[in-house]
T-cell receptor
Framework: KQEVTQIPAALSVPEGENLVLNCSFT??????LQWFRQDPGKGLTSLLL?????REQTSGRLNASLDKSSGRSTLYIAASQPGDSATYLC???????????FGTGTKLQVIP | DARVTQTPRHKVTEMGQEVTMRCQPI?????VFWYRQTMMQGLELLAY????????DSGMPKDRFSAEMPDATLATLKIQPSEPRDSAVYFC????????????FGEGSRLTVL
């Protein structure tokens, strides 16, 4: 059974810092990995999707990497802003939509 | 602006009442999901459909929950009778492809059962 871990559970950084969020998974046989952000009381907003054959994906200030062999993905946020404050979740697809496992998220606070 | 639309956004009801939540997936997406989010359990998959056919509803309590897709633009999740332990945020998501496309979530329906 796939297990997805996100550490730390919460992170507080000053505005302007570059930061890295971590996602670890136990079964390296994955189809893809998706990063989301969730604002309080809102739904999940898709940030980046990395296919199993890819090593990284970039969108604006965000860069996500994938290392299947070590069971890790990182989400790099450059020049953090207060608007980046949210909970970030990773979701690992291990064999079809019914096998998408979500991490419990990292709650990020960017302090002005 | 393509997005998944869910109604109602908030629902407060009393134990034993019927609750129906609705979802309009992104136009053209052939796969629709219902998830439940709680503090204790995180996100749980309740059911999903492809081309309107139910593929997996093993995450759903069968005795009180039912999910349907009357047409390609509408998915429903019904709870009858509702119980306090059903209090959660229910999300609908949609995607394309058979197994591993990008998931797009709605804003959720926050259900409180008193």
């Amino acid at each position: 059974k796939q297990e997805v871990t996100q550490i730390p559970a919460a992170l507080s950084v000053p505005e302007g810092e570059n930061l890295v969020l971590n996602c670890s998974f136990t079964d390296s046989a994955i189809y893809n990995l998706q990063w989301f952000r969730q604002d309080p009381g809102k739904g999940l907003t898709s940030l980046l999707l990395i296919q199993s054959s890819q090593r990284e994906q970039t969108s604006g200030r965000l860069n996500a990497s994938l290392d299947k062999s070590s069971g890790r993905s990182t989400l790099y946020i450059a020049a953090s802003q207060p608007g980046d404050s949210a909970t970030y979740l990773c979701a690992v697809n291990s064999g079809g939509y019914q096998k998408v496992t979500f991490g419990t998220g990292t709650k990020l606070q960017v302090i002005p | 602006d393509a997005r998944v639309t869910q109604t109602p956004r908030h629902k407060v009801t009393e134990m034993g009442q019927e609750v129906t939540m609705r979802c309009q997936p992104i136009l053209g997406h052939n796969t629709v999901f219902w998830y439940r989010q709680t503090m204790m359990q995180g996100l749980e998959l309740l059911a999903y459909f492809r081309n309107r056919a139910p593929l997996d509803d093993s995450g759903m309590p069968k005795d009180r929950f039912s999910a349907e897709m009357p047409d390609a633009t509408l998915a429903t999740l019904k709870i009858q009778p509702s119980e306090p332990r059903d209090s959660a945020v229910y999300f609908c998501a949609s995607g394309q492809g058979a197994t591993a496309g990008e998931l797009f979530f709605g804003e959720g329906s926050r259900l409180t059962v008193l």
